[in-house]
């Protein structure tokens, strides 16, 4: 029976178990925190169940008003506006760990019920490939003991950890990484976010939507500044709006606590100051004292695993998945890569992975969805599309729900009018965006969008308007 181990049990190391155990293969998971790994436990399962409530009170806060909906509190004076009172935080981030903690226990059950064995411990690769074609791998448990495992193949999938500012380092209490904020039992009063990419917009918009003052310090001209500008400029705009206050082209050097105060000192000696910090500057690769180097696995400067499309590294019989490869930090991309090593190594039909079918999606609110080239790819000339972008005003929908904010964006051919790309900048932008995924993994067309029905009112229906002005100009642009 063909031996497989798998060093990290995210949604990489998972995916892949479950399918190596369903080919027929012997599969052991070797995982030292909980299968999930930081995208259950950590990461993502955590934060969206804290953006889920996030996004209820934003609800109310934003649109009550306007739908006509009182809200019953203690306000003593009739002519002053009902308001949400506001959350236990405590509660919330009991809910978010227990959520957590279930979810990886699912996982567990799943992956053991399919035949694979779960191991505690960490892994690392020992030496060069043996001359029958195996690996060890040797495994050592929290009581340090050691177990040496031998394998024909082995999948790393060991994710990443926060960056840290050397004179920034957290202290779990007032200083935090986005691994700390869910031992909070209070909301933090000021909040400064260190960060303006994927994490640090959704961390910032989610504890301001709870009701903390946030200052978001961002060291480029804009939020997200690798995500559509159209869409961060929508962003940005809300943010501010709601009260936010959004520091452009300012870095932070150092923070430190002074009492029961953090000081955020920036590069050009400005200091702001507030009741917690969230430092959210990127990610490490787990790839360090795994023994990789020796066993011929070719690391990156960043010391991210490089790949091929098949999930193979530069060692014979050795895979990489996940956010240790620095391929698209999003779960669903590890699991696809961890099933591809497994399709490839067991010989099943694989197809490699293609990076232009992904969509992904940031759980601000509103949220921003994309899949397939971008507005960055057009205006450098990476491909000749055209584009149309309609506003959510304009949708019936989007008037009834007082949603103000927002926009569908499709990128097609100029010649066949296939879809290549899209942006959808709306609530629950991450359930829009699957039809323009499935056009652009399809090669559809936006005629074939424009023909399909849509349920009247709704917010898709702006999806099939886009089409049927991109299909327009098509055939104006053929006349």
């Known amino acids: ?30 995982d030292c925190d909980g299968l999930g790994g930081a995208s259950v436990l950590t990461d993502c399962v955590p934060s969206k169940t804290l953006i889920a409530t996030a996004e209820v009170m934003t609800t109310f806060d934003s649109s009550y008003e306007e739908l006509g909906i009182i809200v019953a509190d203690d306000t003593p004076h009739i002519e ?4 949400v009172v506001g959350v236990d935080l405590g509660k919330v981030n009991r809910r978010v760990k227990r959520l957590a903690l279930a979810q990886s226990h699912d996982i567990t059950a799943s992956v053991t019920r399919a035949g694979a064995r779960v191991m505690r411990g960490r892994g690392r690769l020992e030496g060069l490939q043996a001359a029958d074609g195996s690996r060890k791998v040797v ?19 060991t994710g990443g950890h926060p ?29 400064i976010v260190v960060g303006s990419g994927v994490t640090g917009a959704e961390f910032a918009g989610a504890y301001q939507a709870l009701g903390s003052r946030v200052t978001l310090v961002s060291s480029r001209d804009r939020v997200l ?31 430190k606590r002074v009492g029961d105060r953090v000081e955020v000192t920036l590069s050009d000696g400005r200091v702001i100051t507030g009741s917690h910090c969230l430092m959210a500057v990127g990610a490490i690769p787990n790839s360090a004292g795994m023994g990789l180097e020796e066993a011929g696995v070719r690391l990156k400067e960043s010391g991210h695993i490089w790949t091929d499309k098949v999930s193979r590294t530069s060692a014979p019989g ?39 079918t992904v969509s992904s999606n940031v759980f601000t609110d509103p949220e921003i969805a994309t899949v397939g080239y971008t507005q960055a790819d057009v205006d450098a000339g990476a491909i000749d599309a055209r584009v149309v972008k309609l506003p959510l005003l304009r949708n019936p929908r989007a008037k009834m729900q007082g949603i103000r904010d927002g926009f569908v964006k499709i990128l097609c051919r100029p010649g066949t009018g296939i879809v290549v790309g899209g942006c959808v900048v709306a609530p629950r932008a991450s359930e829009l965006i699957h039809p323009i995924s499935i056009a652009v ?28 002005q991109l299909h327009t100009r098509k055939r104006a642009g053929e006349a």
């Open 163 to 191: 960056r840290e500012i050397p004179d920034a380092l957290p202290d779990g209490e007032r200083i935090l990484n986005w691994t700390q904020v869910y031992d909070l039992d209070e909301l933090p009063d000021e909040l």
């Open 441 to 468: 993994d399809n090669n559809l067309t936006v005629e074939q969008i424009a023909n399909a029905f849509t349920v009247y009112p709704s917010l898709s229906g702006s999806i099939a308007e886009v089409a049927r």
């Open 1 to 30: 029976m063909t031996r497989i181990v798998i060093i990290g049990g995210g949604p990489g190391g998972y995916e892949a178990a479950l399918v190596g155990a369903q080919l027929g293969a012997e599969v052991t998971v070797v």
């Open 318 to 356: 050795v895979y990489a998945a996940g956010d240790v490869t620095g391929i698209f930090a999003l779960a669903s991309v590890a699991a696809m890569q961890g099933r591809i090593a497994m399709y490839h190594f067991l010989g099943d039909a694989v197809a490699p992975l293609n990076l232009k």
């Open 139 to 157: 495994v050592t448990a929290a009581d340090g003991t050691e177990e040496t495992l031998t394998a024909d193949a082995v999948l790393i999938a």
């Open 225 to 255: 500044p690798g995500e559509d500008p159209d869409a961060a400029a929508v962003l940005e705009d809300v943010f501010r709006r709601r009260g936010m206050n959004v520091m452009a082209r300012s870095r932070a050097q150092a923070a």
């Open 80 to 83: 002053q506006a009902a308001r």
